[in-house]
Protein backbone atom coordinates (compact mmCIF):
# COMPACT_ATOMS: atom_id res chain seq x y z
CA UNK A 1 0.00 0.00 0.00
CA UNK A 2 1.04 3.18 -0.84
CA UNK A 3 2.16 5.97 1.95
CA UNK A 4 -0.49 8.17 0.70
CA UNK A 5 -3.43 5.78 1.38
CA UNK A 6 -2.14 5.42 5.39
CA UNK A 7 -3.84 9.02 6.34
CA UNK A 8 -7.27 8.03 5.26
CA UNK A 9 -6.73 5.79 8.91
CA UNK A 10 -5.86 8.77 10.54
CA UNK A 11 -8.82 10.52 9.56
CA UNK A 12 -11.19 7.48 9.77
CA UNK A 13 -10.00 7.03 13.52
CA UNK A 14 -10.58 10.85 14.29
CA UNK A 15 -14.06 10.50 13.73
CA UNK A 16 -15.18 7.17 14.87
CA UNK A 17 -14.75 8.91 18.22
CA UNK A 18 -17.04 11.60 17.57
CA UNK A 19 -19.51 8.46 18.27
CA UNK A 20 -18.32 8.31 21.78
CA UNK A 21 -19.59 11.63 23.87
CA UNK A 22 -19.80 10.43 27.01
CA UNK A 23 -16.09 9.22 26.88
CA UNK A 24 -15.19 12.57 26.18
CA UNK A 25 -17.29 14.14 28.99
CA UNK A 26 -15.38 11.31 31.61
CA UNK A 27 -12.36 11.90 30.20
CA UNK A 28 -12.08 15.73 30.31
CA UNK A 29 -13.46 15.38 34.30
CA UNK A 30 -11.04 13.11 35.26
CA UNK A 31 -8.34 15.32 33.83
CA UNK A 32 -9.54 18.25 35.46
CA UNK A 33 -9.43 16.10 38.88
CA UNK A 34 -6.12 14.72 38.47
CA UNK A 35 -4.74 18.31 37.47
CA UNK A 36 -6.04 20.22 40.15
CA UNK A 37 -4.92 17.17 42.24
CA UNK A 38 -1.44 17.92 41.04
CA UNK A 39 -0.94 21.59 41.42
CA UNK A 40 -2.29 21.18 45.07
CA UNK A 41 0.11 18.98 46.03
CA UNK A 42 2.30 21.55 44.69
CA UNK A 43 0.76 24.29 46.26
CA UNK A 44 1.38 22.74 49.67
CA UNK A 45 4.66 21.70 49.38
CA UNK A 46 5.73 25.26 48.38
CA UNK A 47 3.90 26.83 51.43
CA UNK A 48 6.13 29.55 53.32
CA UNK A 49 9.03 28.69 50.12
CA UNK A 50 9.52 31.21 47.15
CA UNK A 51 11.85 28.66 45.70
CA UNK A 52 12.78 24.76 46.28
CA UNK A 53 16.57 24.44 44.28
CA UNK A 54 15.74 27.50 41.86
CA UNK A 55 12.06 26.71 41.21
CA UNK A 56 9.39 28.55 41.80
CA UNK A 57 5.60 27.72 42.72
CA UNK A 58 4.03 29.11 39.42
CA UNK A 59 7.29 27.08 37.36
CA UNK A 60 5.76 23.96 39.37
CA UNK A 61 1.71 25.40 38.23
CA UNK A 62 2.83 25.50 34.38
CA UNK A 63 4.91 22.11 35.01
CA UNK A 64 1.91 20.34 36.09
CA UNK A 65 -0.12 21.40 33.05
CA UNK A 66 2.75 20.58 30.31
CA UNK A 67 3.33 17.64 31.28
CA UNK A 68 -0.03 16.57 32.90
CA UNK A 69 -2.86 17.57 30.19
CA UNK A 70 -0.71 18.76 27.05
CA UNK A 71 2.04 15.72 26.94
CA UNK A 72 -0.37 13.19 29.11
CA UNK A 73 -0.58 10.78 25.70
CA UNK A 74 -2.78 7.80 26.97
CA UNK A 75 -1.92 4.72 25.74
CA UNK A 76 -4.11 2.63 27.89
CA UNK A 77 -6.98 2.03 24.86
CA UNK A 78 -4.06 1.52 22.38
CA UNK A 79 -1.99 -1.20 23.86
CA UNK A 80 -5.11 -2.89 24.99
CA UNK A 81 -6.46 -2.96 21.27
CA UNK A 82 -3.34 -3.99 19.86
CA UNK A 83 -3.25 -6.96 22.50
CA UNK A 84 -7.38 -7.90 21.96
CA UNK A 85 -5.79 -7.74 18.22
CA UNK A 86 -3.09 -10.46 19.03
CA UNK A 87 -5.10 -12.46 21.61
CA UNK A 88 -7.79 -12.86 18.81
CA UNK A 89 -5.51 -13.63 16.36
CA UNK A 90 -6.95 -10.97 14.51
CA UNK A 91 -3.72 -9.31 13.96
CA UNK A 92 -2.81 -12.16 11.51
CA UNK A 93 -5.05 -10.67 8.71
CA UNK A 94 -3.17 -7.94 8.55
CA UNK A 95 -0.52 -10.07 6.68
CA UNK A 96 -2.30 -10.81 4.25
CA UNK A 97 -3.31 -7.01 3.32
CA UNK A 98 -0.94 -5.05 1.52
CA UNK A 99 0.03 -2.59 4.48
CA UNK A 100 2.70 -2.47 7.09
CA UNK A 101 1.33 -2.87 10.29
CA UNK A 102 3.04 -1.11 12.89
CA UNK A 103 2.64 2.06 9.86
CA UNK A 104 -1.52 1.29 10.16
CA UNK A 105 -0.94 1.44 14.17
CA UNK A 106 1.05 4.76 13.66
CA UNK A 107 -1.51 6.31 11.96
CA UNK A 108 -4.44 5.34 13.76
CA UNK A 109 -3.55 6.34 16.82
CA UNK A 110 -2.58 9.76 15.14
CA UNK A 111 -6.35 10.44 14.64
CA UNK A 112 -6.87 8.90 18.39
CA UNK A 113 -4.43 11.28 19.63
CA UNK A 114 -5.65 14.28 17.96
CA UNK A 115 -9.14 13.80 18.84
CA UNK A 116 -8.32 13.71 22.40
CA UNK A 117 -5.87 16.37 22.10
CA UNK A 118 -8.80 18.54 21.09
CA UNK A 119 -11.36 17.35 22.73
CA UNK A 120 -9.97 16.85 25.99
CA UNK A 121 -6.51 18.01 26.56
CA UNK A 122 -6.51 22.07 25.56
CA UNK A 123 -10.16 22.77 26.71
CA UNK A 124 -8.61 21.40 29.79
CA UNK A 125 -5.30 22.97 29.73
CA UNK A 126 -7.15 26.43 28.97
CA UNK A 127 -9.72 26.10 32.03
CA UNK A 128 -7.12 24.91 34.52
CA UNK A 129 -4.30 28.16 33.02
CA UNK A 130 -7.59 30.11 33.68
CA UNK A 131 -8.40 29.40 37.17
CA UNK A 132 -3.97 29.29 38.44
CA UNK A 133 -2.01 31.09 36.12
CA UNK A 134 0.09 29.59 33.37
CA UNK A 135 3.92 31.09 32.53
CA UNK A 136 4.43 31.74 29.07
CA UNK A 137 7.59 30.07 27.05
CA UNK A 138 10.89 31.37 28.46
CA UNK A 139 11.48 33.32 25.17
CA UNK A 140 10.29 32.51 21.59
CA UNK A 141 13.00 30.36 20.75
CA UNK A 142 12.50 28.00 23.97
CA UNK A 143 8.64 28.35 22.40
CA UNK A 144 9.48 27.13 19.28
CA UNK A 145 11.90 24.41 20.28
CA UNK A 146 8.92 22.79 22.45
CA UNK A 147 7.08 22.76 19.71
CA UNK A 148 9.54 20.81 18.35
CA UNK A 149 9.95 18.26 21.58
CA UNK A 150 6.24 18.11 21.39
CA UNK A 151 6.16 16.31 18.34
CA UNK A 152 9.09 13.67 19.35
CA UNK A 153 7.10 13.40 22.87
CA UNK A 154 4.19 11.76 21.13
CA UNK A 155 6.41 10.23 18.81
CA UNK A 156 8.67 8.80 21.74
CA UNK A 157 5.33 7.31 23.67
CA UNK A 158 4.04 6.08 20.70
CA UNK A 159 7.33 3.80 19.87
CA UNK A 160 7.42 2.68 23.72
CA UNK A 161 3.90 2.22 23.76
CA UNK A 162 4.32 0.12 20.81
CA UNK A 163 6.92 -1.82 21.96
CA UNK A 164 5.26 -2.52 24.95
CA UNK A 165 2.42 -3.76 23.57
CA UNK A 166 4.38 -6.20 20.98
CA UNK A 167 5.41 -7.92 24.38
CA UNK A 168 1.62 -9.89 23.85
CA UNK A 169 3.11 -11.84 21.39
CA UNK A 170 4.96 -13.94 23.91
CA UNK A 171 2.54 -13.12 27.12
CA UNK A 172 -0.67 -13.20 24.89
CA UNK A 173 -2.20 -10.79 26.97
CA UNK A 174 -2.00 -6.61 27.01
CA UNK A 175 -3.60 -5.90 30.41
CA UNK A 176 -0.65 -6.16 32.61
CA UNK A 177 1.65 -4.93 30.41
CA UNK A 178 -0.86 -1.66 30.32
CA UNK A 179 -0.24 -0.84 34.25
CA UNK A 180 3.74 -1.94 33.66
CA UNK A 181 4.41 1.01 31.28
CA UNK A 182 1.91 3.61 33.53
CA UNK A 183 3.95 2.79 36.39
CA UNK A 184 7.28 3.12 34.75
CA UNK A 185 6.35 6.59 32.67
CA UNK A 186 5.16 7.95 36.26
CA UNK A 187 8.48 8.07 37.27
CA UNK A 188 10.91 7.26 34.48
CA UNK A 189 9.59 10.27 32.34
CA UNK A 190 9.22 13.27 35.26
CA UNK A 191 5.12 13.64 34.75
CA UNK A 192 4.57 12.88 38.31
CA UNK A 193 7.67 14.22 39.84
CA UNK A 194 10.72 16.31 37.25
CA UNK A 195 14.21 15.26 37.20
CA UNK A 196 15.73 17.96 39.25
CA UNK A 197 13.89 17.18 42.16
CA UNK A 198 15.24 13.79 41.99
CA UNK A 199 18.71 12.18 43.51
CA UNK A 200 21.00 13.40 41.20
CA UNK A 201 22.50 9.75 40.37
CA UNK A 202 18.97 8.76 39.64
CA UNK A 203 18.37 12.27 37.66
CA UNK A 204 21.26 11.68 36.03
CA UNK A 205 20.49 8.16 34.75
CA UNK A 206 16.84 8.75 33.76
CA UNK A 207 17.92 11.73 31.96
CA UNK A 208 19.46 9.52 29.22
CA UNK A 209 16.84 7.48 29.07
CA UNK A 210 13.64 8.01 26.22
CA UNK A 211 11.28 8.16 28.87
CA UNK A 212 12.59 11.14 29.73
CA UNK A 213 11.73 13.34 26.36
CA UNK A 214 8.01 12.40 27.04
CA UNK A 215 7.34 14.79 29.43
CA UNK A 216 10.40 15.83 31.22
CA UNK A 217 12.50 17.58 28.93
CA UNK A 218 9.80 19.35 26.69
CA UNK A 219 8.40 20.88 30.32
CA UNK A 220 11.88 22.22 30.99
CA UNK A 221 12.60 23.58 27.69
CA UNK A 222 9.17 25.75 27.92
CA UNK A 223 9.90 26.83 31.33
CA UNK A 224 13.94 27.75 30.20
CA UNK A 225 15.28 25.04 32.43
CA UNK A 226 17.59 24.08 29.49
CA UNK A 227 19.58 26.59 27.86
CA UNK A 228 18.95 26.83 24.17
CA UNK A 229 22.39 25.24 23.67
CA UNK A 230 21.13 22.37 25.64
CA UNK A 231 18.01 22.17 24.47
CA UNK A 232 18.99 21.75 21.32
CA UNK A 233 21.78 19.23 22.03
CA UNK A 234 19.29 17.23 23.88
CA UNK A 235 16.65 17.36 20.56
CA UNK A 236 19.01 15.79 18.94
CA UNK A 237 19.90 13.04 21.44
CA UNK A 238 15.83 12.58 21.28
CA UNK A 239 15.90 11.86 17.68
CA UNK A 240 18.65 9.73 17.90
CA UNK A 241 16.76 7.49 20.51
CA UNK A 242 13.71 7.81 18.20
CA UNK A 243 15.41 6.36 15.29
CA UNK A 244 17.31 3.36 17.73
CA UNK A 245 13.52 2.75 18.71
CA UNK A 246 12.41 2.24 15.23
CA UNK A 247 14.75 0.24 14.32
CA UNK A 248 14.00 -1.78 17.38
CA UNK A 249 10.33 -2.26 16.56
CA UNK A 250 11.18 -2.95 12.35
CA UNK A 251 13.21 -5.34 13.93
CA UNK A 252 10.90 -6.55 16.55
CA UNK A 253 8.07 -7.28 14.01
CA UNK A 254 10.26 -8.69 11.75
CA UNK A 255 10.69 -11.60 13.98
CA UNK A 256 6.79 -11.30 14.93
CA UNK A 257 5.50 -11.68 11.69
CA UNK A 258 7.67 -15.18 11.53
CA UNK A 259 6.23 -16.56 14.80
CA UNK A 260 3.04 -15.96 13.75
CA UNK A 261 3.66 -17.86 10.41
CA UNK A 262 4.78 -20.51 12.10
CA UNK A 263 1.91 -20.70 14.72
CA UNK A 264 -0.78 -20.75 12.59
CA UNK A 265 1.73 -23.35 9.98
Known sequence: MKLSAYPAFTATAFTSRLAYRNQVWSGMFGELVATFAFIAVWTAAFVGRGTVDGVTLPDMVTYVIIAGPL?????????????????????????LKPLHYPALLFFNQLGNNAFEQLSITLPVAVIVALAVGLLPPASVAHGLLFLAYWVVSWSMMFLIATLTAMLAFWLLTAFALDWF???????????????????????????????????????????????????SLHLAIGCIWLATLVGILTWLWSRMRHRLIVQGG
Open 71 to 95: LNWNTTRYIREVGDAIRTGDVTTFL
Open 181 to 231: LRGIMAVASGAVVPLWFMPAPLAAILGYLPFAWVSYYPSAVYLGKLDLPAA
